[in-house]
């Protein structure tokens, strides 16, 4: 039960980070969700977008974390 809660505060911890990182640097980070090969569609009033290569780079950095969080 120890080790859930110490994963609930690292995420908790890892959340609140982000949210910092997007509220300071917002501007600066205007290119985060229109990476080339996220795929974009758009027909008169109909637009589908889906993130593709920004979920690709957010799945490795949040591997990455968690691996080196894993690690004893």
């Known amino acids: 039960m120890h080790e859930f809660g110490r994963w609930i505060f ?16 917002g501007s600066r ?11 974009s569609y758009s027909k008169g009033n109909f637009t589908f ?13 949040l591997t990455l974390v968690f691996w080196f969080l894993s690690k004893k």
């Open 10 to 25: 690292v995420l908790g911890l890892i959340i609140t980070l982000m949210g910092l990182v997007f509220w300071i640097g």
């Open 49 to 61: 977008y889906f993130p593709l290569a920004t979920c690709l780079l957010l799945s490795a950095i």
């Open 29 to 39: 980070l205007s290119w985060f969700g229109r990476l080339p090969g996220d795929i």
